[in-house]
């Protein structure tokens, strides 16, 4: 098991140990400037849950690290961080790599049923994470919110009983697909089989992409296996209970 993160480590530290939590860092809503101020200095500086922060950042950092059993966060700042990173694929990750592959066009303008390959394999792409993503936004994080209210309020609403009834967070991990693999693919045409190309650094850039992307999904995956249900788990027998 790797070194745990905890709230006196300063927050300049974190990131130079370990750069993969910036793209977290900046999610949890958490900018830039830490000076030489710890975690739990930064994080009450900008109003995040200081053990909400510590029990993501692990999970990220270490895949062998196992969260409090208690999560004592709210659900309603790990949703907010959820749509956040939804945002981010959205409009940044997915948009900058589409329009890489736009770009080869030229390239391979000498062999255009390579070009129509990428470029509809990868539309297709985002049509299955788009489809993902609906999933979560419109049925996944409405669910948990509305569990959570009940919870809160100590009463079960017809509102859930209505949307939810049948619902649990176990029907989500069924439909809980691997959005990356495609990715994979997508890598494999890239290195073998696409011809050699006139620009070697245009096509990196669009490989470390896609490799980033895909590690990013990947991590993102592994804190709602990790964090998310077993929350859910817990709202749900607390919902039983009452």
Known sequence: MLMLITADMK?????????????FVQRI???????????????EEHNVDVDFFLQLANAFHDTDYIPK??????????????????????EQKIPEIQEKIVKLEVDLKETTQSYELIKNFFTEYIREFSTHIELEEKTVFPFVLSLSKCIEENKISEDFKTNFGNYSIDNYLEEHNDIEEK??????????????????????????????????????????????IPKVRNMEKELENL
């Open 11 to 23: 927050m300049a530290d974190l990131i130079h140990w370990d750069f993969q939590l910036l793209a």
């Open 29 to 43: 809503g958490i900018p830039l400037g830490f000076r030489e101020r710890t975690i739990n200095e930064v994080c």
């Open 69 to 90: 059993e208690n999560f004592l966060f709210k659900a309603e700042w790990l949703i907010g961080y959820l749509r956040r990173t939804h945002l981010n694929y959205l």
């Open 183 to 228: 990715l994979f693919d997508l890598k494999n045409i890239l290195i073998k089989y696409l011809p050699p190309p006139n620009d070697n650094c245009k096509y990196n850039a669009l490989l470390f992409d896609i490799f980033r992307l895909e590690q990013d999904l990947k991590d993102h995956s592994k804190l709602e296996e990790k964090v998310l």
